[in-house]
């Protein structure tokens, strides 16, 4: 304790004072309300069909019974969707880190004109926004055969991370000493080599952002799940979850449990990998 | 030399080909998924395809025509721009007095900045559903503590939907934009606050003439980011207000959804799209500039 306090006078030249005890009073208020929905939403993901209809929404359940959860399993399907999730999430991410970190170094290390217009190309994407562009996207997955398959909604979400991506990307190979590779090369190492075995490895930080970043987009994403998957056995939990939200609006306790299905891994990722996340937004902030 | 330098760009020339292959598959991805869409739209925004017959009948700018007389999509456009422009405001001052009264020495700095950044881990389609149950479940109940007697169901009524959504919407991004400011914050050297201090600054000078003009990227990003972000709006609708009351919620995007999708005019609804298209771009780049003038100014 004491040294935390002494290390936040040191930082703004500020000691805790009547002042800064009412703004940690004030934080703590809007902190409880920030939290708030979130704690209903716990609190109905255990309740029952009763208790919902006859008690408070702000009274807590009489038991901690799991009923909810077992029943959003069961209507959601739950296993297969989330697996779905997981699985066009990690992939998609996977080959994202792979394809933007290696687009990136290459146009980071030739610096020939046809390099620097690639550059250019990538980043109009970040300012294109694939939302506008549902209509001409669900199209061209319809005519590829894309649309309500795995690889499809995969492609998809490579083709609309890749912009950020290669910026990351881009913006952190310069931490990445030349040198290196330059011996790797004189080794006779091809260019993949070199790359997997000398550059990757120091790419890590970088790669851990960006992994970060757009998994917690691909893994809320709603827009294009429910444009590419119709089929149910190829479902996200996002696209399920609005489905049970319009069709049973009566019996919202199974919802709320499937929201904290669906939130807990994301949250857990965060949690876990937050200086990471942090780091990737404050990046991100430096390209406007 | 001469040979040396000949085997040289060769080998180089070896490694570009090499690094071209490199660039080749993201490339290509790219194109497809993002480029080829953009002009597809720009080439169905001047046909009046249904999306299910073969050909595709070429009507000129007349979607265009029809957009500016269409009341619907100018109905859209308003709403769009009124929740943009409050969001706009109502975010970054919010985040960043919270990154303000976190950098501020309070403790448990973190546990805060965590409590705040959780709401927009959730997807927008899952805030929607919350706030819809918050407002007209939850919330009551303070009526009978308190005993007062506040309207919140927000979500009811043309006239508070606007505000049902802002509240939503920055329940949910607040934080993240909070993060970046604070991020912001404390990168400003103490030194400067310090020197301020000496010349006689009191606190609200010292924010106005160094942390504001410090802050100056920051500002940028989040003005940006929020900006072009609520004009995107759609998933926060569907599962909340669906565009209702009557119209009164309807997006742009989310109108373009229900007149190309189900109401199967492609090249209409296209039309929608490349106006947002047109618009997003504008703004951003109008926004990036003006801002950095100001950055380069200060």
Same mark, same amino acid.
């Given at each position: 304790m004491i040294k935390r306090k002494n290390k936040s006078e040191d930082a @703004?030249?500020? +000691?805790?004072t009547k002042g800064t005890f009412a703004i940690q009073a004030v934080m703590t208020v809007i902190g409880i309300a920030f939290l708030l929905p979130i704690l209903i939403v716990f609190n109905y993901s255990f309740k029952t069909k009763r208790e919902l209809y &006859? /008690? %408070?929404? &702000?009274t807590l359940p009489s038991s901690l019974q799991m009923e909810n959860y077992r029943k959003a399993f069961d209507k959601l399907n739950l296993s297969t969707t989330f697996f779905n999730t997981l699985l066009y999430t990690a992939l998609s991410v996977a080959i994202l880190a792979i394809l933007c970190s290696i687009t990136a170094w290459a146009i980071a290390r030739c610096k020939t004109k046809f390099f620097k217009f690639c550059y250019i190309y990538f980043i109009i994407g970040i300012l294109i926004p694939y939302q506008a562009l549902f209509l001409p996207i669900y199209i061209i997955g319809y005519n590829f055969h894309l649309t309500n398959t795995r690889y499809g909604i995969i492609f998809m979400y490579v083709a609309t991370g890749i912009s950020f991506g290669v910026f990351l990307m881009t913006s952190f190979? %310069? /931490? *990445?000493?030349?040198e290196l590779e330059e011996a790797a090369r004189i080794d006779g190492c091809s260019v993949f080599r070199t790359y997997f075995s000398v550059v990757l490895p120091l790419l890590r930080p970088a790669m851990a952002t960006l992994i970060i970043m757009q998994s917690f987009q691909i893994w809320n994403d709603y827009l294009l799940a429910s444009l590419y998957v119709s089929k149910k056995d190829l479902k996200t939990l996002t696209v399920v979850i609005q489905s049970l939200f319009s069709s049973q609006t009566s019996d919202y306790t199974t919802a709320m449990a499937a929201i904290v299905i669906s939130v807990l891994p994301i949250a857990i990722l965060f949690l876990s990998l937050q200086k990471y996340f942090i780091k990737g937004m404050t990046v991100g902030a430096v390209k406007g | 030399m001469g040979m040396e330098r000949k085997k040289k760009s060769g080998m180089d020339r070896k490694m570009e080909i090499q690094y071209l292959m490199i660039v080749i598959p993201g490339f290509i991805i790219f194109t497809i998924g993002l480029i080829i869409p953009t002009l597809m739209a720009f080439r169905y925004s001047l046909t009046s395809w249904? !999306?299910? @017959?073969?050909e595709k009948p070429f009507v000129g700018i007349q979607n265009y025509i029809n957009l500016l007389h269409d009341s619907n999509f100018m109905q859209a456009w308003v709403f769009t721009f009124k929740f943009t422009i409050a969001n706009t405001i109502i975010q970054n001052v919010c985040a960043l007095l919270l990154a303000i009264a976190l950098d501020s !020495? =309070?403790?448990?700095q973190k546990a805060y900045r965590t409590v705040f950044f =959780?709401?927009?881990? =959730?997807s927008s389609v899952i805030v929607g559903f919350i706030w819809l149950k918050m407002f %007209?479940? *939850?919330?009551?109940e303070f009526n009978e503590i308190l005993g007062t007697n506040i309207n919140?169901?927000?979500? !009811?009524s043309s006239s508070t939907v606007l505000s049902g959504l802002l509240i939503a919407n920055n329940w949910q991004w607040i934080g993240y934009w909070m993060l970046i400011y604070l991020a912001g914050l404390q990168s400003i050297p103490a030194e400067l606050y310090e020197a301020a201090k000496v010349d006689g600054a009191g606190a609200f000078s010292r924010f106005l003439h160094v942390t504001i003009p410090m802050l100056a990227p920051s500002i940028t990003i989040c003005v940006v980011g929020i900006t072009t972000g609520s004009l995107k709006v759609y998933d926060l609708l569907v599962s909340s207000t669906s565009g209702g009351p009557g119209r009164s919620s309807t997006s742009v995007i989310l109108h373009t959804y229900n007149t190309a999708i189900? !109401? +199967?005019q492609y090249g209409y609804g296209s039309a929608m799209s490349v106006s947002l298209v047109i618009v997003l771009l504008l703004v951003a780049l109008i926004q990036v500039r003006s801002l950095k003038n100001r950055e380069v100014q200060q």
């Amino acid at each position: 304790m004491i040294k935390r306090k002494n290390k936040s006078e040191d930082a @703004t030249g500020q +000691r805790y004072t009547k002042g800064t005890f009412a703004i940690q009073a004030v934080m703590t208020v809007i902190g409880i309300a920030f939290l708030l929905p979130i704690l209903i939403v716990f609190n109905y993901s255990f309740k029952t069909k009763r208790e919902l209809y &006859l /008690t %408070s929404a &702000l009274t807590l359940p009489s038991s901690l019974q799991m009923e909810n959860y077992r029943k959003a399993f069961d209507k959601l399907n739950l296993s297969t969707t989330f697996f779905n999730t997981l699985l066009y999430t990690a992939l998609s991410v996977a080959i994202l880190a792979i394809l933007c970190s290696i687009t990136a170094w290459a146009i980071a290390r030739c610096k020939t004109k046809f390099f620097k217009f690639c550059y250019i190309y990538f980043i109009i994407g970040i300012l294109i926004p694939y939302q506008a562009l549902f209509l001409p996207i669900y199209i061209i997955g319809y005519n590829f055969h894309l649309t309500n398959t795995r690889y499809g909604i995969i492609f998809m979400y490579v083709a609309t991370g890749i912009s950020f991506g290669v910026f990351l990307m881009t913006s952190f190979m %310069s /931490t *990445v000493p030349l040198e290196l590779e330059e011996a790797a090369r004189i080794d006779g190492c091809s260019v993949f080599r070199t790359y997997f075995s000398v550059v990757l490895p120091l790419l890590r930080p970088a790669m851990a952002t960006l992994i970060i970043m757009q998994s917690f987009q691909i893994w809320n994403d709603y827009l294009l799940a429910s444009l590419y998957v119709s089929k149910k056995d190829l479902k996200t939990l996002t696209v399920v979850i609005q489905s049970l939200f319009s069709s049973q609006t009566s019996d919202y306790t199974t919802a709320m449990a499937a929201i904290v299905i669906s939130v807990l891994p994301i949250a857990i990722l965060f949690l876990s990998l937050q200086k990471y996340f942090i780091k990737g937004m404050t990046v991100g902030a430096v390209k406007g | 030399m001469g040979m040396e330098r000949k085997k040289k760009s060769g080998m180089d020339r070896k490694m570009e080909i090499q690094y071209l292959m490199i660039v080749i598959p993201g490339f290509i991805i790219f194109t497809i998924g993002l480029i080829i869409p953009t002009l597809m739209a720009f080439r169905y925004s001047l046909t009046s395809w249904d !999306g299910l @017959t073969a050909e595709k009948p070429f009507v000129g700018i007349q979607n265009y025509i029809n957009l500016l007389h269409d009341s619907n999509f100018m109905q859209a456009w308003v709403f769009t721009f009124k929740f943009t422009i409050a969001n706009t405001i109502i975010q970054n001052v919010c985040a960043l007095l919270l990154a303000i009264a976190l950098d501020s !020495g =309070i403790k448990m700095q973190k546990a805060y900045r965590t409590v705040f950044f =959780i709401p927009c881990l =959730i997807s927008s389609v899952i805030v929607g559903f919350i706030w819809l149950k918050m407002f %007209s479940n *939850v919330l009551p109940e303070f009526n009978e503590i308190l005993g007062t007697n506040i309207n919140f169901l927000l979500f !009811g009524s043309s006239s508070t939907v606007l505000s049902g959504l802002l509240i939503a919407n920055n329940w949910q991004w607040i934080g993240y934009w909070m993060l970046i400011y604070l991020a912001g914050l404390q990168s400003i050297p103490a030194e400067l606050y310090e020197a301020a201090k000496v010349d006689g600054a009191g606190a609200f000078s010292r924010f106005l003439h160094v942390t504001i003009p410090m802050l100056a990227p920051s500002i940028t990003i989040c003005v940006v980011g929020i900006t072009t972000g609520s004009l995107k709006v759609y998933d926060l609708l569907v599962s909340s207000t669906s565009g209702g009351p009557g119209r009164s919620s309807t997006s742009v995007i989310l109108h373009t959804y229900n007149t190309a999708i189900s !109401g +199967r005019q492609y090249g209409y609804g296209s039309a929608m799209s490349v106006s947002l298209v047109i618009v997003l771009l504008l703004v951003a780049l109008i926004q990036v500039r003006s801002l950095k003038n100001r950055e380069v100014q200060q």
